[in-house]
């Protein structure tokens, strides 16, 4: 069946970076885009971006400068990566296939010194 | 940015009622591709992930009971369940899928009587 499962690493300090790994299972990453999306405490969901089955992106223009998706097809793996990382970017942050028809748990970010 | 408002955060109900959701977007939803409104209801159940119920306005998702009916045109959706069962129980969330970046709106939180 269709899965995907982030992980991260759940605390980081103010200006560093971060990486999260989406592992999906029951589809190929080359025949659908995965999209992030993240939620702060108490706040709606907001979209970060997408990587499409063929490799190409699209970014939230707020947060483009700091992001960056990528994917390892052969792995089933998506990669968000976001850099200077301030307080209002704790969130729990998903994955989400093509057309949000499946969702990852989610996984915690806090940033905090 | 496209933004997605929905105006009442929660709602409390009967089983049996009828209950009605706004999303009123701050543009035009309708795609010239197909002359259709890229306007999608999700529901978000405690403890799972969220699922779609209506893509394009009006179109239920495979497997979702009648009773959830999405309508609307231009800047103004609703989505409707024709009669609330204790299953409903979720956060109702609308998004757009018009332009990137893609927004959702805030959701509304059913709750039982």
């Known amino acids: 069946q269709v899965q995907l499962k982030e992980s991260g690493p759940g605390l980081v300090a103010p200006s560093q970076s971060l990486s999260i790994t989406c592992t999906v299972s029951?589809?190929?990453?080359?025949?659908?885009?995965v999209h992030w999306v993240r939620q702060p405490p108490g706040k709606g969901l907001e979209w970060l971006g997408v990587?499409?089955?063929?490799?190409?992106?699209n970014y939230n223009s707020a947060l483009m400068s700091r992001l960056s998706i990528s994917k390892d097809n052969s792995k089933s793996q998506v990669f968000l990566k976001m850099n200077s990382l301030q307080t209002d970017d704790t969130a729990m942050y998903y994955c989400?296939?093509?057309?949000?028809?499946?969702w990852g748990q989610g996984t915690t970010l806090t940033v905090s010194s | 940015e496209i933004v997605l408002t929905q105006s009442i955060p929660s709602l409390t109900v009967s089983a049996g009622e009828r209950v009605t959701i706004s999303c009123k977007s701050n543009q035009n939803l309708l795609w010239s591709g197909n002359q259709r409104y890229c306007l999608v209801w999700h529901q978000w159940k405690p403890g799972q992930t969220p699922t779609p119920l209506i893509t394009w306005t009006s179109d239920r998702y495979s497997g979702v009971p009648d009773r959830f009916i999405g309508s609307g045109s231009v800047t103004d959706f609703t989505l409707t369940i024709s009669s609330v069962q204790a299953e409903d129980v979720a956060v109702y969330f609308c998004q757009q899928h018009l332009h990137i970046p893609l927004t959702f709106g805030a959701g509304t939180k059913l709750e039982l009587k």
């Open positions: 029951g589809f190929s990453l080359t025949s659908y885009g």
């Open positions: 989400a296939r093509y057309d949000f028809d499946y």
């Open positions: 990587i499409w089955a063929g490799g190409s992106t």
